[in-house]
């Protein structure tokens, strides 16, 4: 059974950078079958992908937040990093870390996080 | 602004049938198949349906997804009290590289 737990520091100054960690367990980061995903849900909103990605560190990330965005992946460690810089009040968010299975069709989000609360605040 | 579109709310009685719509467009549900999710707050989110038809297994046949154009629907029959969630609908955006949502529908069990 896949599991993901996110680490985050829960509380962020505006202008700083948010850094959230998922660990994997229960699977192998190093599958070809898998893109490993961070998607963000702010307060009383819908789910909004932040981006992905592969084993091999190829990365893809939504156009709206890439030119904040850093996803890194360390597969000795099992687990892979957000990094989003500059960021505001917008940013309060749960950060879901997830698992995309791109050989099913659809590339569903097949296993999640429970999610960690990160709120930007001074 | 959701890609999606989803009814804010939708409710139902225990053991009524209960549906819930997503909108989109020929780019996104019009050409590619739709996700299902499940999502009890402060809880991991569930894939319910994948393929727009297929289910993951453990997820109960009560639960059935559909298509028809451009547009996607959940369907829930039997509906029973802990059915009581958010429900989202998404898709592969080829553009993206990246799925994109509905903005969910809360459904209450009365």
């Known amino acids: 059974q896949v599991q993901l737990q996110e680490s985050g520091p829960g509380l962020v100054k505006p202008s700083e950078t948010l850094s959230v960690t998922c660990t994997v367990s229960?699977?192998?980061?190093?599958?070809?079958?898998?893109?490993w995903a961070w998607i963000r849900q702010p307060p009383g909103k819908g789910l909004e992908w932040i981006g992905s990605?592969?084993?091999?560190?190829?990365?893809y990330y939504n156009p709206s937040l890439k030119s904040r965005v850093t996803i890194s992946i360390d597969t000795s460690k099992k687990h892979f990093s957000l990094r989003l810089s500059s960021v505001t009040a917008s940013d309060t968010a749960v950060y879901y870390c997830?698992?995309?299975?791109?050989?099913?069709?659809?590339?569903?989000?097949?296993?999640w996080g429970q999610g960690s609360l990160l709120t930007v605040s001074s | 602004q959701s890609v999606l579109t989803q009814p804010p709310s939708a409710s139902g009685t225990p053991g009524q049938r209960v549906s819930i719509s997503c909108s989109g467009s020929?780019?996104?549900?019009?050409?590619?198949?739709v996700n299902w999710y499940q999502h009890l707050p402060g809880t991991a989110p569930k894939l319910l349906i994948y393929?727009?038809?297929q289910r993951p297994s453990g997820v109960p046949d009560r639960f059935s997804g559909s298509k028809s154009g451009t547009s996607a629907s959940l369907a829930i029959s039997g509906l029973q009290s802990d059915d009581e969630a958010d429900y989202y609908c998404?898709?592969?955006?080829?553009?993206?590289?990246?799925?994109?949502f509905g903005g969910g529908t809360k459904l209450t069990v009365l």
């Open positions: 229960g699977d192998s980061i190093r599958s070809t079958n898998y893109y």
């Open positions: 998404s898709v592969w955006d080829e553009s993206l590289n990246g799925p994109v």
């Open positions: 997830a698992r995309e299975s791109i050989t099913t069709p659809g590339n569903p989000v097949d296993y």
């Open positions: 020929n780019s996104n549900i019009g050409s590619s198949p």
């Open positions: 990605i592969f084993y091999s560190g190829t990365t």
């Open positions: 393929d727009t038809t």
